[in-house]
């Protein structure tokens, strides 16, 4: 693709208000991403070349019902932008603030892709040396077996075609290592992608949440309730352990010394870490490019998003994830109206 993408996003729900998303568009803008920015236009003010402000001042990022408050108000910043890209305007969206509605604003507009049961949040996880592609981190609080086995596949054929892994580990998120452990869903899921024989799929088993992070997968899979609650515990200690390490390195003299010496270090290991570097969470299944990012994100986390999602669709992320899934025979039929059980 030689034409300069077009990116939607909107600017509502996020925790540092609409300016701060606009200014993450300028930094895509300024790279060549042409941004359509959805919000408040009277709280963005003027932006660059390449940034178009469309006025769409109503949010449901709060609302308590994602669903109902999508169907429900079409005139919300969030609707609008998944419609544009529904009809072409825009070749991808990017949103935060809340799962919810992005999810729902992007099933019943972009619409799931063929075959595909339930969409799924999946994020890379920031780990050095060593990413892992995680799914599902929020989009179905509840699944069966047959989506558990349907998330391993994309998951597996977007780790190919985006993240360049040629044979993907792809592992289930269990309380135990063992075949037998977990809930009869995730043993029937077990079963079934144990039997399996797909080409570029390597099914590794369980993995414990202890090994979630050591590099013993490059997949793994779980429901969205689990997924959300964990990825939230990995930020939530992460941050717990640095504002540690910067305490103790302030403490003393002798603490002050060493953290001078080692704050070189510590810096590039907090940016390996930061999760602003992976851009958020890709909705995979759907039938365009979705990403959702942190409502706490800074610009460089938003330009961050629309970048991310500039890339999957140069590289035909979609295209290329639904072809995997069919050559695999992982895509299954599904009532039209079927929607995700979404969690905000």
Avoid: W
């Amino acid at each position: 693709m030689s034409e300069p993408v077009t990116v939607a996003v909107d600017a509502n729900g996020a925790d540092l208000g609409p300016a701060e998303v606009a200014a993450g568009a300028a930094q895509a803008a300024a790279d060549g991403t042409r941004v359509l920015v959805y919000g408040p236009a009277d709280r963005i003010g003027p932006v660059p070349d390449g940034v178009t402000v469309v006025d769409a001042p109503v949010s449901i990022a709060k609302a308590a019902e994602p669903v109902m408050a999508v169907r429900g108000t079409p005139e919300a910043s969030i609707v609008r932008a998944a419609r544009a890209v529904a009809a072409g305007e825009a070749d991808a969206l990017v949103c935060g603030g809340s799962t919810g509605a992005a999810v729902a604003a992007s099933l019943f507009n972009i619409k799931r892709a063929r075959g595909i049961y339930r969409p799924a949040l999946a994020v890379p996880l920031p780990i050095p040396g060593a990413p892992v592609l995680f799914l599902d981190v929020g989009a179905n609080v509840e699944v069966r077996p047959e989506h558990l086995v349907q998330f391993a596949y994309m998951g597996a054929a977007f780790a190919r075609a985006v993240m360049g892994i040629e044979r993907p580990r792809v592992g289930l998120l269990s309380n135990g290592e063992e075949p037998t452990k977990g809930t009869p869903d995730l043993l029937e899921a077990h079963r079934q992608l144990s039997e399996a024989t797909v080409a570029g799929v390597q099914f590794v088993g369980n993995v414990e949440g202890t090994t979630l992070t050591a590099g013993v997968a490059d997949v793994v899979v779980t429901d969205g309730f689990t997924g959300n609650v964990a990825l939230k515990l990995m930020e939530g200690v992460s941050s717990t352990l640095f504002g540690a390490v910067r305490a103790a390195a302030k403490s003393s003299p002798r603490g002050k010394a060493g953290g001078l010496l080692l704050r070189g270090s510590l810096r590039g290991l907090r940016d390996e870490l930061d999760p602003e570097a992976a851009g958020g969470a890709y909705i995979l299944g759907l039938r365009r490019v979705g990403i959702v990012h942190h409502g706490r994100f800074t610009r460089r986390g938003v330009a961050r998003a629309i970048a991310v999602a500039e890339r999957a669709v140069r590289e035909s992320a979609v295209e290329r994830t639904q072809e995997a899934l069919e050559a695999a025979g992982a895509l299954r039929g599904a009532p039209s109206g079927a929607e995700a059980t979404v969690t905000p």
